[in-house]
């Protein structure tokens, strides 16, 4: 049986909490149509995103701005009851704009500002679709997070082969999160309907270096620390209020406040100019995510919630007889993740004095491991193998980008845990995939 379910998911930054793996266009058109292999070329206000010591190549006052529109699809076949999901997704819209100043104070000081979507996801499962995939559960699922990133930036080059950057991220994050849980553990009761709102801030930053030994060749570096987004909301559990017996009964909402990360991550990139009408290029990024997507704590404000949800959040793996180390629907999250790789590689190819052609490719490895991928309906963790395409003219003051990627279905099997039979939200086994296609355009004024 196939069932249509109303998801959409973005990613501009597989360095975010909320990594799907997958990059969208929005923080330079230029950098995705070059497989985001783009650490040694930035020569423009979105540095401030990939690298801040490349926005030392502007001349003058540059105006920037652009945006991305994706489509992705995602499918989720359960094996045990034979059911099929797939997204009819509408699109999604990731803006950007910017503005740097070279020339100031002097021409060796670069200051640039950008505002731009660096991560999110959103995810919707009607409840007439979810009882389809979950018998007993009747309840709308949804997981929808923005964050909005505000960046200004610096960057200083003492001599002509050197420069060095940097740019505090300030972020503005805002979560909707709905789905079931399950109260049989403490209350003996079937499904509840868990729902939460929150928003919160987080500050970070990134510093670079660029270095252009000879003209046609150029390095390139980055390093983020980590961060965290400091959330404050509120959740609920309208079945709470009537549990039996009814001493039993606690209250239905309670505040609540939750960190939730941003990976550590370098990069390294270089890029080579061959007989002046060809650039290469290539990256490598390795990104922490052990070290932040480790266990995820939830302090609720009512102590009476603390207690229920830190003994709802016991589950165990009954194949091997060991504490099983995800903890899916209480106090906290233990998603055990596990650091990875990517990779990526572009082209720019100049036709003649004013348009170019772009291509590149990319590939990173799914962070999460299968023991604690299980409930990855709200939140997709699979391995990319994406291509993306361009074009580009450049008429002396005006520089116009477009760009495509394309990310072929990727496929991630996801073993049963075993021991939940009654709960199948405790076991989302199957076959998950993820297909995406993206488009973006920019426009970069100098002034």
């Known amino acids: 049986m196939k069932n249509s379910i109303l998801i959409s998911l973005f990613l501009l930054s597989a360095s975010s909490v909320l990594a799907i793996g997958t990059l969208y266009p929005g923080v330079g058109i230029r950098a995705s149509s070059m497989g985001y292999a783009y650490t040694a070329v930035t020569d423009d206000v979105t540095a401030i995103y990939w690298n801040p010591a490349g926005l030392t190549d502007i001349k003058g006052l540059e105006v920037h701005g652009g945006s991305g529109i994706s489509f992705p699809e995602y ?21 950007s ?14 200051l640039g500002f950008a505002v731009y979507i660096p991560a999110g996801i959103h995810i919707e499962i009607p409840n007439d679709e ?5 018998p007993r559960i009747n309840y709308t699922w949804k997981n929808n997070i923005t964050v909005y990133e505000f960046a200004p930036g610096l ?19 805002v979560h909707d999160l709905s789905k079931s849980v399950y109260l049989d553990y403490v209350f003996n009761a079937p499904f509840g309907r868990y729902s939460e709102e929150s928003t919160g801030f987080g500050i970070g930053g990134i510093v670079g ?34 549990l039996s017996p009814e001493e039993e009964r606690i209250s239905q909402t309670s505040d609540f406040s939750r960190e939730l990360p941003f990976p550590a991550e370098i990069r390294t ?13 290539a990256d490598y ?17 009512d102590p009476e919630w603390n207690a229920a949800m830190g003994t709802v959040s016991v589950a165990r793996d009954f194949s091997g007889g060991r504490p099983f180390p995800y903890v899916p629907y209480g106090k906290e999250t233990n998603l055990a993740w596990k650091n990875t790789n990517q990779y990526g590689f572009g082209a720019e190819y100049k036709i003649s004095g004013i348009f170019v052609v772009r291509g590149g490719y990319y590939r990173e490895t799914a962070p999460s491991p299968n023991n604690t991928y299980t409930y990855s309906v709200l939140w997709p963790n699979i391995d990319v193998n994406a291509f993306t395409f361009g074009f580009g003219a450049d008429f002396a003051r005006l520089r116009i980008n477009m760009a ?31 297909e995406m296609i993206s488009a973006g355009f920019s426009v970069t004024a100098d002034i």
């Open 285 to 301: 990024r390795y990104i922490f995510w052990e070290d932040a997507m480790d266990i995820i704590a939830t302090d609720f404000a």
């Open 97 to 110: 704009c910017g503005i740097a100043w070279n020339g100031l104070f002097n021409d060796k000081i670069t």
């Open 75 to 95: 499918s989720y076949i359960r094996w045990d009851y034979h059911e099929t999901s797939v997204a009819d997704t509408p699109p999604v819209i990731t803006p």
């Open 130 to 134: 979810s009882k389809e995939l979950f």
């Open 404 to 434: 495509i990627e394309y990310l072929p279905r990727q496929y991630r099997n996801a073993p049963p845990l075993g021991g939940y039979p009654e709960s199948p939200t405790l076991d989302m086994q199957g076959e998950h995939s993820i």
């Open 269 to 281: 990139g270089i890029a080579i100019d061959i007989l002046e009408q060809l650039t290469l290029s």
């Open 155 to 173: 960057a200083y080059s003492p001599i002509s082969q050197l420069s060095i950057g940097g740019a505090l991220y300030i972020d503005y994050g």
């Open 209 to 242: 270096v660029k270095v252009n030994p000879f003209d046609a060749l150029s390095f390139g570096f980055t390093f983020k620390p980590k961060r965290t987004l400091s959330m404050d909301g509120s959740a609920s559990i309208p079945e709470f209020a009537t």
